[in-house]
């Protein structure tokens, strides 16, 4: 038997002014993005910025609908923009800001598993990581370097056996 403990290293900053311009930007453009989400259901509202290595960012929102299961999140919104706007540009980097007019949600709100393993095919595919900054309101900002780290022991397309 062999025990094998996975683990990963997450940077934690308290202040905004501790991230390079870039990220900042980007986390100022999810924030931004956050506003236009439709989220009547759940007034839980998401924004994604995507930025690209051509320097573009792609935004997107969580997207909720009368019938829940219907509606889709700002992660997959904005990933699948991206590949659908510029299809087979590297992606670099995903930013996240959610927010709540329920309660004040003060820890960053990580992506769900269906939008980790999203923009993990994307990060397979391109073969390179994606980073992930994450951010509420207020409160701390979240950045680790890649998907697969937030995605252990992650499903892909070598299990189909066709490539
Ligand atoms: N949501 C996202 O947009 N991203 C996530 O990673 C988690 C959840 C959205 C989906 C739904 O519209 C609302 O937040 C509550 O789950």
Do not use: W
């Amino acid at each position: 038997m062999e025990k094998r403990k996975i683990g990963f290293e997450l940077f934690i900053f308290d202040d905004e002014t501790e991230l390079s311009q870039n990220d900042q930007k980007l986390l100022r453009d999810a924030a931004a993005a956050r506003e236009n989400a439709y989220a009547p259901y759940s007034k839980f509202k998401v924004g994604a910025a995507v930025l690209l290595e051509n320097g573009e960012v792609v935004i997107g929102n969580n997207q909720e609908n009368a019938s829940y299961p219907s509606g889709l999140c700002a992660e997959r919104v904005a990933i699948f923009h991206a590949g659908a706007e510029y299809p087979g540009v590297t992606i670099k980097s995903v930013a996240i800001s959610a927010s709540s007019s329920k309660h004040e949600v003060e820890e960053p709100a990580a992506p769900c598993g269906n939008c980790r393993q999203t923009i993990m095919e994307y990060e397979q595919k391109q073969n390179s990581p994606i980073s992930l900054l994450l951010r509420s309101e207020k409160g701390p900002i979240y950045k680790c370097s890649s998907v697969a780290d937030i995605l252990p022991l992650a499903f892909n397309s070598s299990f189909l056996g066709d490539s």
